[in-house]
């Protein structure tokens, strides 16, 4: 297993093919923080639910992986490119960027991605997500907050363990002031392990509240558009839920972490791999 403490790769500080800086890093736990990553020159313009690739060198190779953007386009420029990322136990780029000081030239490339909302789209936005795969729903709903145009939303995002919420504190914010019209549901799926005592939220996988979820809010096919983000076992069971209660398949737009059956032996990448 490669861990931060372990990885003694040398990482290359000037490379040519560096295009890019690591500006701001906020460590949430031990293994999740986000990372602002700002291009040298000029932004490349994106959507939200997009990815970039970012990756440094090391030993003489380019290590990179692919992470949704959770921030809005309209800061790229000054504030960079947000990732939320989950560092792996012997993987091979997180332990790198894990190691990597602020100011750190990186190589950044993309976007690249379809996993977009739909345009003029006046239906209950469900975002269901499972770790992670909340980033794309954040900077979908920071841009239309930007331009004053927020969509009613159900933020589904299902954890381990309470600490690993990211966005938490942003999402449970727009609800309670009334900034952004959405209802926040998470829920953790060990509810009986120490690190949960006090969860007084929903319990188990986020694919399992769905149906109850949809109940309880009357979300129907008729009111309701479903974007899914995380990984494939999850979105195909979320999926299977979807369709079952009517919702035709391009009302549910899919975005995985890895393709099904394929799942990578080191770093996952973060929401990288669009079946739109």
């Known amino acids: ?44 313009p994106f959507e939200p639910g997009q990815y970039m690739t970012i990756g440094v060198f090391a030993e003489g190779k380019l290590m990179q992986r692919p992470y949704s953007v959770a921030s809005s386009p309209r800061v790229a420029g000054s504030d960079g490119y947000e990732f939320y990322v989950r560092l792996v136990n012997g993987g091979q780029f997180t332990p ?29 936005h469900i975002f269901i997500s499972s770790g992670t795969g ?25 954890v381990s363990y309470q600490r690993d919420l990211g966005y938490r504190d942003l999402v449970e914010g727009w609800q309670q002031n009334g900034e952004y019209p959405v209802t926040y549901i998470p829920t953790v799926s060990r509810p009986r392990d120490p690190s949960n005592v006090g969860w007084s939220g929903r319990t188990g996988r986020v694919e399992a509240i769905l149906a109850p979820v949809l109940d309880e809010l009357a979300l129907t096919p008729d009111n309701s558009i479903a974007y899914i983000c995380g990984n494939p076992d999850m979105i195909l069971s979320a999926e299977e839920t979807l369709l079952a209660r009517g919702y035709p398949e391009p009302q549910v737009k899919k975005e995985l972490y890895w393709p099904k059956g394929k799942e990578p032996r080191g770093d996952a990448p973060g929401a990288a791999i669009s079946d739109e």
Do not use: C
Request: charged fraction near 30%; proline fraction near 8%; glycine fraction near 6%.
């Open 1 to 44: 297993m490669t861990d931060v403490a372990e990885d003694s790769r040398t990482i290359a500080r000037d490379a040519p093919q560096y295009n890019a800086s690591l500006v701001r890093r906020e460590d949430a736990t031990e293994s999740l923080a986000s990372f602002w990553v700002r291009f040298d020159g000029d932004p490349t």
């Open 96 to 124: 790198l960027l894990w190691r990597l000081p602020e100011g750190h030239p990186m190589r950044m490339i993309g976007p690249k991605g379809k996993f977009l909302l739909e345009p003029e789209d006046d239906r209950t």
């Open 134 to 158: 909340n980033a794309p729903f954040i900077s979908m709903m920071r841009e239309l907050l930007a331009v004053d145009r927020p969509r009613r939303a159900v933020f589904l995002n299902g």
